[in-house]
């Protein structure tokens, strides 16, 4: 079965001043098309015209946010498309909640945008793969998504060039000190918080600043403790995962995508194995979705949803205004104090876990 895979970039390209090095979607995008069992393309979405996606048995798409009207329209007229999900795709702000300043995303964790030409995608693919159930649950918040076929990972994905690394790594025995944050000007990654909590209980705290991967994971290395504390919700999250596989101390809270994943609580032997198993997994779980045909029907939502969902963003859009009207608070008290305090405790509830 040809494949093509389509991103928005890959991991062997530059991606900008500030960060120069592949992402976690890139490197897992890397990995799920190095365990392809067909042949298979990889090419980011600029490259491939709307005509050229009929050559393909089967299209997977990763991050689109760069595709045009008629790259949609054609992939929604394929025959086999499946949907690989990295953050969250039916989002204006692409998951970044804590980037606006109107209150269902920032407060209520909660996407109510509206993106016909996604949904009529998502309509159309005979599935969509999530990273994990936290990310599917943001999807499902949102009235006006229609939930048709669909698998959860559990993770990102590795290769076994990243395992190799972290072998060789492991056995060097490298001497451990202080710990280890994110510096990132992302504010949802929490930066400035982890370092705030890293500097109270570490004597030593380094930043991770646009390190290549097998850097990254030098870095991980030669640290006690990896701390990351994401403001707003991480749909997966590849450096606790890649830290506690290092051997490093990680601590997070409850906005990160892996920790609700089972495989997060069990031993070293167990989550190793599900994670290496995790390319071919993907895999395995897209074959299902092609030989199931056709694409699945939609979970049909409550009628008056959609109506909440439109009043509320008009509700939304009528509270920013006022907010930057005034200089005053701009939600009733007991609602404000109830939206913030829900965001700030999954933000402030943390959790240790030891190495791998």
């Known amino acids: 079965m040809r494949t093509l895979f389509v991103a928005d970039k890959t991991s062997d390209e530059y991606r900008s001043a500030e960060a120069r090095h592949p992402g976690g979607a890139e490197l897992t995008d890397r990995a799920a098309v190095s365990a392809c069992p067909w042949p298979v393309t990889l090419a980011p979405l600029r490259d491939v015209s709307?005509?050229?996606?009929?050559?393909?048995?089967?299209?997977?798409?990763?991050?689109?946010?760069?595709?045009?009207?008629?790259?949609?329209?054609?992939?929604?007229?394929h025959r086999c498309t499946v949907l690989f999900e990295h953050d969250v795709r039916i989002c204006r702000k692409r998951g970044n909640f804590f980037a606006t300043r109107d209150w269902p995303h920032r407060f209520a964790q909660r996407c109510v945008c509206e993106l016909p030409d996604v949904a009529r995608l998502m309509r159309a693919a005979r599935g969509t793969i999530y990273l994990t159930e936290r990310q599917r649950r943001a999807y499902r918040a949102n009235a006006y998504y229609q939930e048709g076929r669909w698998a959860v990972l559990g993770a990102s994905l590795f290769d076994q060039g990243f395992f190799d690394t972290v072998a060789r790594l492991r056995e060097q025995r490298s001497p451990r000190r202080g710990a280890l944050v994110l510096r990132s000007a992302n504010l949802i990654k929490g930066s400035v918080q982890a370092k705030a909590w890293a500097a109270k209980h570490y004597r030593e705290v380094n930043e991770v600043v646009d390190l290549e991967p097998n850097e990254v994971l030098a870095a991980l290395a030669r640290s006690e403790a990896f701390i990351y504390l994401p403001q707003g919700l991480e749909p997966a999250g590849r450096m606790p995962v890649e830290a506690r596989l290092m051997g490093c101390l990680v601590v997070v809270n409850d906005h990160l995508g892996v920790g609700g994943e089972p495989f997060w609580l069990v031993e070293r032997r167990r989550a190793r194995a599900f994670l290496r198993d995790g390319p071919a997994r993907f895999w395995r779980l897209i074959a299902g979705m092609v030989a199931a045909g056709g694409g699945a029907p939609a979970v049909p939502r409550r009628g008056y949803a959609p109506v909440l969902a439109s009043g509320l963003r008009r509700g939304t859009r009528w509270f920013a205004r006022k907010a930057a009207a005034t200089d005053r608070r701009w939600l009733p008290d007991p609602i404000q104090f109830s939206l913030e305090t829900s965001a700030r405790r999954r933000s402030q509830t943390l959790r240790v876990h030891a190495p791998w």
């Open 50 to 77: 709307p005509g050229d996606f009929e050559r393909y048995e089967l299209v997977v798409v990763g991050n689109a946010a760069t595709a045009t009207a008629s790259q949609i329209d054609a992939l929604v007229r």
